[in-house]
């Protein structure tokens, strides 16, 4: 008799947890950003809380938490409520790459990703001045001088870096990679003439219309800001990527709550008014759930690996 009670017990409890979990999200988000504001992830967190907002009628709190490249909120990660209320942004490559390195207190099989939404694409873009005119003069300047054309890029063992790495195999020339610690030091080094070029994402090409010229992008297809600039497939490479980000949950949260959350951010991700506004700002739009998530994990992780492996980074 005292056993059934306490399975009729249990199974009241899950009825309830479930129930709690019927009309979510029913009361306000935590969302944590880990990285400082003003930053891609920062900005499509700060949409994505006003739709939010004027869906569900709560709010989401963007919450910026910058520290190691993303790794101090990812390795705290799993300690927060498994509630479905406290969620985190997250980048890839940078939980598959970080942890590599060793400087990280964390492991890619820590974090629990539920939805990535989009992802920047990566752009190579030269000052305006410069002599450079397209993406063959750059492949041409490469070839004549090995090692001399240098390129900006944000960080190391970052998807700047790895696409510099994909760049110098596919293109067959061998080129330099100078890390910055961020976006304002890139710019003023790629305007100053420190470095020949910049391999960085479209947003920035797109900020920066004007002052810079793109030579190539890693999209499906050109950007109607840049009607000349062709697409690296257009240019007979295989390449569509650059960084992808996404929301994580700890590793506790329940199945069910993780889907919900899923589903949470594939509605916010349809809307209308800022879906325009990112797609006209250079973001590429995914929808990577749940349910897709091991296998979309398992392409991106093989491809990160394998230019870790040609920057000479991994054995």
Same mark, same amino acid.
């Given at each position: 008799?005292?056993?059934?009670?306490?399975?009729?017990?249990?199974?009241?409890?899950?009825?309830?947890?479930?129930?709690?979990?019927?009309?979510?999200?029913?009361?306000?988000?935590?969302?944590?950003?880990?990285?400082?504001?003003?930053?891609?992830?920062?900005?499509?967190?700060?949409?994505?809380?006003?739709?939010?907002?004027?869906?569900?009628?709560?709010?989401? *709190?963007?919450?910026?938490?910058?520290?190691?490249?993303?790794?101090?909120?990812?390795?705290?990660?799993?300690?927060?409520?498994?509630?479905?209320?406290?969620?985190?942004?997250?980048?890839?490559?940078?939980?598959?790459?970080?942890?590599?390195?060793?400087?990280?207190?964390?492991?890619?099989?820590?974090?629990?990703?539920?939805?990535?939404?989009?992802?920047?694409?990566?752009?190579?873009?030269?000052?305006?001045?410069?002599?450079?005119?397209?993406?063959?003069?750059?492949?041409?300047?490469?070839?004549?001088?090995?090692?001399?054309?240098?390129?900006?890029?944000?960080?190391?063992?970052?998807?700047?870096?790895?696409?510099?790495?994909?760049?110098?195999?596919?293109?067959?020339?061998?080129?330099?990679?100078?890390?910055?610690?961020?976006?304002?030091?890139?710019?003023?080094?790629?305007?100053?003439?420190?470095?020949?070029?910049?391999?960085?994402?479209?947003?920035?090409? *797109?900020?920066?219309?004007?002052?810079?010229?793109?030579?190539?992008?890693?999209?499906?297809?050109?950007?109607?800001?840049?009607?000349?600039?062709?697409?690296?497939?257009?240019?007979?490479?295989?390449?569509?990527?650059?960084?992808?980000?996404?929301?994580?949950?700890?590793?506790?949260?329940?199945?069910?709550?993780?889907?919900?959350?899923?589903?949470?951010?594939?509605?916010?991700?349809?809307?209308?008014?800022?879906?325009?506004?990112? *797609?006209?700002?250079?973001?590429?739009?995914?929808?990577?759930?749940?349910?897709?998530?091991?296998?979309?994990?398992?392409?991106?992780?093989?491809?990160?690996?394998?230019?870790?492996?040609?920057?000479?980074?991994?054995?």
């Amino acid at each position: 008799m005292k056993l059934a009670k306490l399975a009729g017990a249990g199974m009241t409890a899950l009825v309830m947890s479930l129930s709690a979990h019927a009309a979510y999200p029913d009361k306000q988000v935590q969302y944590i950003i880990p990285f400082t504001a003003g930053g891609e992830s920062d900005y499509v967190a700060r949409l994505q809380s006003e739709v939010f907002r004027s869906k569900y009628k709560q709010s989401m *709190v963007v919450v910026n938490r910058p520290g190691a490249g993303g790794g101090l909120v990812w390795a705290q990660l799993n300690s927060l409520p498994a509630d479905g209320y406290t969620i985190a942004g997250v980048n890839l490559p940078h939980i598959v790459l970080q942890p590599l390195e060793g400087s990280v207190s964390y492991k890619t099989e820590d974090i629990t990703p539920v939805y990535f939404y989009h992802f920047t694409p990566d752009a190579i873009v030269v000052p305006a001045s410069s002599p450079i005119k397209s993406y063959e003069d750059l492949i041409k300047a490469a070839k004549e001088k090995p090692g001399m054309v240098s390129f900006a890029g944000s960080g190391s063992m970052s998807a700047n870096h790895m696409a510099h790495e994909r760049l110098d195999k596919l293109a067959g020339i061998k080129t330099t990679y100078v890390p910055f610690k961020g976006t304002g030091d890139l710019i003023a080094s790629v305007m100053g003439g420190h470095v020949n070029a910049a391999m960085t994402y479209l947003p920035m090409a *797109v900020q920066q219309k004007g002052n810079m010229r793109l030579l190539a992008v890693a999209s499906e297809k050109r950007h109607p800001a840049f009607p000349d600039a062709p697409t690296f497939k257009e240019l007979g490479l295989n390449w569509v990527d650059g960084a992808y980000r996404g929301i994580a949950v700890p590793k506790g949260t329940p199945r069910e709550v993780q889907q919900q959350v899923s589903n949470m951010m594939g509605e916010l991700n349809r809307d209308p008014e800022s879906r325009k506004k990112l *797609v006209d700002g250079g973001y590429d739009l995914v929808d990577v759930g749940l349910e897709e998530m091991p296998d979309f994990l398992a392409r991106r992780s093989k491809q990160y690996l394998e230019d870790a492996k040609n920057a000479g980074l991994l054995k």
